[in-house]
């Protein structure tokens, strides 16, 4: 049976900033009568006239009556101070992300509102426990971690401290259903979910850009077209600000005791020292200057596909390039899976699936120079770029011959230095340790994580569930080939995904 705040209940939002804005329009549109408060004069006012605005053109698109656009409008207030929120059941702050100053307004709060009555608190970084510690009934605190803009973003976080009473959590929960959200529940920890699980997508491509692997243009079109995601790193960094981006990371880093993991980028503490903070500076990791020239990914010549093509068992790889191939003409033969798992030969040289380990070690390891590796995509029939690396034995026929059978099924090829994982490879891996670890601890719950990364950031797949696909052992054997050859504690495998592995993946957690 639903918990959710009875629409009759009256909410209060302090700060009308854009999403304290959001989430005022929210509540309205759900049916509740919305106190708005902002220190600033006049902003609520302001606001509010605003989110009417925004009605109405919902009404002119149809998705609400020209009777609702006016009722939900009609339903939002400005308020003078804190007094007149003596009569609200629920209290959503979204001001500024200040530790001292956020205790101080709950702390105010508590003295007006009914004893009953939810606060909370739409921080996406400051512990929900140390805010409710100076409180008389933390009981009643709850973070409501909404996603900007409110109105869109379906994601929200109910992030429970330690004293947070249960069911005021459920409450939150339900009332977030009731709003047309989609909540999960958190922990408070650092980062909750989202920000947490989210560091190695910006942090590897980091590391690679920083070991040469290849250019930022590339390794952006590489995560977005071989991995599925809507934006690549660099430029998604560019549109956060690195102000914001950097410090994130270095406050998660900082909660976590300096942990690896979470290592901030000497990179782009550069572009935060040079004012460069992407997109609203006009200058990033791109130049948004008007006129500028945007980068191109580096992509491989057109060569001519390669005769003697042999396709290797059938994993998803290969499955792709026997379909592409066959639908471009080019003539192959199929052999069955090979024990070193090669997922192609052309003459003498193989093609393999990364593992985690570089072309050149695994060349050693096979005895064999003219070694390949492509990575991860997250749908080989539609991927649309693939990225490779040769091992440093292998002399340039080897590539180019790649090279070739990948351009005669239709992909873009992009040649990086030979890096261990490769891009979209280790960005997965990581990306599903994080949320591996994040289960481990209690944070939350397989699913929650899953849900929480596609419609908190749109990743294409939840972690986990991308991690069963490749498969959790493959997972594993990449973190711990990253961990030998970086000898890093960064890369350390989480304790869920070696139990699940030992297990044979039960799907537990």
Known sequence: MSQALPATRVVAVIGAG???????????????????????????????????????KLADKGRMSAEQA???????????SNQEFADAALVVEAIVENLDVKRKLFAELEDIVAADAILATNTSS?????????LKRPQQLVGMHFFNPAPLMKLVEVVSGLATDRQVAEIIYDTSVAWGKTPVHAKSTPGFIVNRVARPYYAESLRLAGEGAADIATLDAVLREAGGFRMGPFELMDMIGHDVNFAVTKSVWNAFYNDQRFLPSLMQQDLVDAGFLGRKTGRGFYDYAEGADKPQPQTAAAVAAPAGIVLHGECPLAQ????????AGVAFTQQPAQADGRVAQIGATALYLTDGRTATQRAHALGCNNLVLVDLALDYTQATRLAVAAALQADATAVQAVTGLLQAAGYAVSVLRDVPGLPVMRTVAMLANEAADAVNQGV???DSTDVAMQLGVNYPRGPLAWARQVG???????LAHLAQFYGEDRYRVSPWIQQQVYAGDVRHG
């Open 472 to 478: 959790l052992e493959q997972v594993r054997t990449v």
């Open 444 to 446: 939350c719950d397989v």
């Open 18 to 56: 854009a999403m304290g804005a959001g989430i005022a329009q929210v509540a309205a549109q759900a049916g509740h009568t919305v106190r708005l408060l902002d220190a600033r004069e006049g902003a609520a006012e302001q606001a509010i006239a605003n989110i009417r605005k925004m009605f109405g």
């Open 126 to 134: 400051i512990s929900v426990t140390a805010i409710g510690a100076a």
């Open 70 to 80: 006016e009722a939900a409008g009609a339903r939002l207030l400005p308020a003078a």
């Open 320 to 327: 792709a390039l026997a379909s592409r191939l066959q639908q």
